[in-house]
């Protein structure tokens, strides 16, 4: 008997060599699970992100439309010149919003600047408040 028998230096192989279809079809099943959570949830945070936005670019504007009015001494119901207040802006003026929707200037006052109806009925029930926009 040599040194090396009985010592076990060749393995046998006992474990099988693959996975089973079941198996491979139980992982598959649950990834898909797992995605059909976490999809809606991804898209909700999206949609409040683009809101978010939305809303802090109209707040911004009608900051600006009122410093704008302050200091050039217009009184409510003047109408607004949006290149003059742009200048109040550390930004560019938006036009548009994320959505591609216009917002809509009205006139020195309450209600300067309005959000789109059909930018708020896409982001409607992600909880958003639009306040007076």
């Not at 028998?5 to 699970?33: D, K, S, Y």
């Not at 600006?64 to 409510?76: C, F, G, L």
């Not at 550390?90 to 919003?97: F, I, M, P, Q, V």
Request: charged content about 20%.
């Amino acid at each position: 008997m040599t040194a090396r028998q009985g010592t076990g230096c060749r393995t046998t192989r006992n474990a099988r060599e693959a996975f089973t279809l079941v198996e491979i079809m139980i992982v598959v099943a649950v990834i898909g699970l797992l995605a059909a959570l976490v999809i809606p949830s991804i898209d909700k945070a999206r949609k409040q992100s683009q809101g978010r936005r939305i809303l802090n670019d109209a707040r911004e504007m009608d900051a600006a439309i009122s410093q704008w009015a302050v200091e050039t001494y217009q009184v409510d119901g003047a109408a607004i010149n949006t290149t003059q207040a742009a200048t109040y802006l550390k930004g560019t003026w938006a036009s548009r919003d994320l959505l591609n929707n216009s917002f809509k200037i009205a006139t020195v006052g309450t209600n300067q600047i309005t959000i789109a109806r059909r930018t708020k009925t896409r982001l409607a029930g992600v909880g958003i408040d639009w306040g007076p926009y």
